[in-house]
């Protein structure tokens, strides 16, 4: 039973790590960009792409949101 229970704690732990790798990091990285163009009002900072998976298309939609507020942006200064 002891064994048993060793081996599930082990593979619940690696399940984890590779879990956390997956769908953890990458959620945090974008979350930090957001961050980084929020606080540096920086429309020029992009997130780095990660597959071709929803999370990879989320990635990609939030860098075209920035690539049209930067290009708004541009518009709206040169009319100033």
Same mark, same amino acid.
Do not use: Y
């Given at each position: %039973? #002891?064994?048993?229970?060793? /081996?599930? %704690? #082990? +593979?619940?732990?690696?399940?984890? !790590? @590779?879990? *956390?790798? !997956?769908?953890?990091?990458? +959620?945090?990285? #974008? ?14 900072? *992009?997130? =780095? ?6 999370? /990879? &298309? &989320?990635? *990609?939609?939030?860098?075209? %949101? &920035?690539?049209? !507020?930067?290009? *708004?942006? #541009? @518009? &709206?200064? =040169?009319? @100033?």
């Amino acid at each position: %039973m #002891l064994c048993i229970s060793l /081996g599930a %704690m #082990l +593979v619940e732990f690696t399940l984890s !790590i @590779v879990l *956390r790798r !997956i769908i953890s990091d990458p +959620v945090l990285s #974008l979350a930090r960009t957001a961050n980084q163009v929020s606080a540096w009002k920086g429309h020029s900072i *992009r997130a =780095s792409p990660a597959g071709n998976d929803e999370f /990879g &298309l &989320l990635v *990609r939609q939030f860098n075209d %949101m &920035l690539d049209q !507020i930067e290009e *708004r942006e #541009l @518009v &709206l200064f =040169s009319h @100033v």
